[in-house]
């Protein structure tokens, strides 16, 4: 079992940048493919990041790509999501979530795959 924990977000004009951090716990966070997803006030939750296991293989959204980055340390059960150039409609709840994927080399960009899912944490991006 995973449990995961977000920090990281914030207030932010338009044009800045935060970094999001999700920590697991349990020894084998190199078996989990990992996403970040966000959901804004009456908007379905959307894939925004998702990484392999080890980072080898990432997907993006086309919202974010060339803004944002999908990292992660296994030796620190940290996956990370940094955010540059940020916008207004990049505001919501951002989340992170788990899949168990031992040997998987791709990722997972649709929710249903997700087991685990952190509690969120709030990025609100002002104009």
């Known amino acids: 079992q995973v449990q995961l924990v977000e920090s990281g977000g914030g207030l932010v004009q338009a044009g800045g940048s935060l970094r999001l951090s999700c920590a697991a716990s349990?020894?084998?966070?190199?078996?989990?493919?990992m996403g970040w997803f966000r959901q804004a006030p009456g908007k379905e939750r959307e894939c925004v990041a998702a990484?392999?296991?080890?980072?080898?293989?990432?997907d993006y959204a086309m919202s974010v790509k060339g803004r944002f980055t999908v990292s992660r340390d296994n030796a620190k059960n940290t996956v990370y999501l940094q955010m540059n150039s940020l916008k207004p409609e990049d505001t919501a709840v951002y989340y992170c979530?788990?899949?168990?994927?031992?040997?998987?080399?791709?990722?997972?960009?649709?929710?249903?795959?997700?087991?685990?899912w952190g509690q969120g944490t709030q990025v609100t991006v002002s104009s």
């Open positions: 979530g788990a899949v168990f994927a031992p040997g998987y080399s791709g990722t997972y960009s649709a929710q249903d795959f997700y087991t685990y």
């Open positions: 349990g020894r084998t966070f190199s078996s989990y493919a």
């Open positions: 990484t392999s296991w080890n980072g080898g293989r990432t």
